[in-house]
């Protein structure tokens, strides 16, 4: 293969493959890379096989962030306490703005053999961290595609996802065939940038090793392109932004930009479980 030449490569100034706990991938996370790469703050790649018997994401709670779901494989029965229910098919997306406090489900369909796919945690903007949650659940036919990038969240190529995320994030699903190329163009103002690969591998401008399959790389922060070519073809998530201006105050389900933000979506989604017990709906 040609070798990729970039003027001003952008340098890879981290690689990782996360840690495991079962099928589950944690590759970012709030309290190490995520506070350099915030407002992405957290990513988990998953992948279920089913006839061992997990069950999927029973309720659970988020405030302060929003949660962004990419289910690669299989079918997934959601709901939420916005009201919100239904099914996700393989392909769609679901977006939770937790703000000021939420829990939510999602569980696999009998039909469902394998469930795979990526999780996202947003830090938002001081404005939305305690607004309402808002939820949008999305069948594949309704993400707009520019070029080989599946526009996840926000703008890319003249190309504008339905899901009403905060101005300045793009979250791109990219497929590559084999030595297939493309250039990256970061939109104006986007110095945070990095890449996760759920499969194949990938050489980037610049970087004698390519990445492979389970790898996270954060680049440098700058506004400069970002060349890539697949070895074999190659599937990956990409996300760009500018920087998030606040600290973290983080909580096990939460992350806000203050203590006393934290404080308060904590109580929320406190009360919010306590109406869900007494509906029988969690454990006492």
């Given at each position: 293969?040609?070798?990729?030449?970039?003027?001003?490569?952008?340098?890879?100034?981290?690689?990782?493959?996360?840690?495991?706990?079962?099928?589950?991938?944690?590759?970012?996370?709030?309290?190490?890379?995520?506070?350099?790469?915030?407002?992405?703050?957290?990513?988990?790649?998953?992948?279920?096989?089913?006839?061992?018997?997990?069950?999927?994401?029973?309720?659970?709670?988020?405030?302060?962030?929003?949660?962004?779901?990419?289910?690669?494989?299989?079918?997934?029965?959601?709901?939420?306490?916005?009201?919100?229910?239904?099914?996700?098919?393989?392909?769609?997306?679901?977006?939770?703005?937790?703000?000021?406090?939420?829990?939510?489900?999602?569980?696999?369909?009998?039909?469902?053999?394998?469930?795979?796919?990526?999780?996202?945690?947003?830090?938002?903007?001081?404005?939305?961290?305690?607004?309402?949650?808002?939820?949008?659940?999305?069948?594949?036919?309704?993400?707009?595609?520019?070029?080989?990038?599946?526009?996840?969240?926000?703008?890319?190529?003249?190309?504008?996802?339905?899901?009403?995320?905060?101005?300045?994030?793009?979250?791109?699903?990219?497929?590559?065939?084999?030595?297939?190329?493309?250039?990256?163009?970061?939109?104006?103002?986007?110095?945070?940038?990095?890449?996760?690969?759920?499969?194949?591998?990938?050489?980037?401008?610049?970087?004698?090793?390519?990445?492979?399959?389970?790898e996270l790389a954060a680049f440098a922060e700058s506004g400069e392109p970002i060349e890539f070519i697949a070895d074999g073809d190659a599937a990956f998530v990409l996300g760009s932004s500018p920087?998030?201006?606040?600290?973290?105050?983080?909580?096990?389900?939460?992350?806000?930009?203050?203590?006393?933000?934290?404080?308060?979506?904590?109580?929320?989604?406190?009360?919010?479980?306590?109406?869900?017990?007494?509906?029988?709906?969690?454990q006492a």
């Amino acid at each position: 293969m040609n070798a990729i030449t970039l003027a001003q490569p952008r340098a890879v100034v981290h690689r990782t493959r996360g840690n495991a706990h079962g099928p589950i991938t944690r590759l970012l996370s709030p309290g190490r890379l995520g506070r350099k790469l915030k407002p992405f703050v957290f990513l988990d790649w998953f992948d279920l096989d089913l006839s061992g018997g997990h069950q999927g994401f029973g309720l659970h709670p988020h405030s302060g962030i929003a949660t962004f779901t990419w289910l690669i494989e299989g079918e997934a029965a959601y709901e939420d306490t916005t009201g919100a229910r239904g099914v996700l098919p393989a392909g769609g997306v679901e977006w939770m703005r937790a703000g000021k406090g939420v829990w939510h489900a999602s569980e696999p369909t009998p039909a469902s053999r394998r469930m795979a796919g990526f999780q996202l945690w947003l830090a938002l903007p001081a404005e939305l961290e305690l607004a309402p949650a808002e939820s949008v659940y999305l069948a594949p036919e309704r993400i707009p595609q520019a070029g080989p990038a599946k526009v996840l969240l926000g703008e890319y190529g003249g190309e504008k996802s339905p899901v009403p995320s905060p101005a300045g994030i793009s979250y791109l699903a990219v497929s590559l065939k084999d030595g297939e190329r493309w250039t990256f163009e970061p939109p104006a103002g986007h110095e945070v940038a990095w890449t996760a690969l759920n499969a194949g591998a990938l050489r980037v401008a610049g970087e004698a090793a390519p990445l492979t399959a389970g790898e996270l790389a954060a680049f440098a922060e700058s506004g400069e392109p970002i060349e890539f070519i697949a070895d074999g073809d190659a599937a990956f998530v990409l996300g760009s932004s500018p920087r998030h201006p606040h600290e973290l105050a983080t909580g096990y389900y939460s992350v806000h930009t203050s203590p006393e933000a934290l404080a308060a979506g904590e109580a929320e989604i406190a009360r919010i479980g306590e109406r869900l017990r007494e509906l029988g709906r969690l454990q006492a």
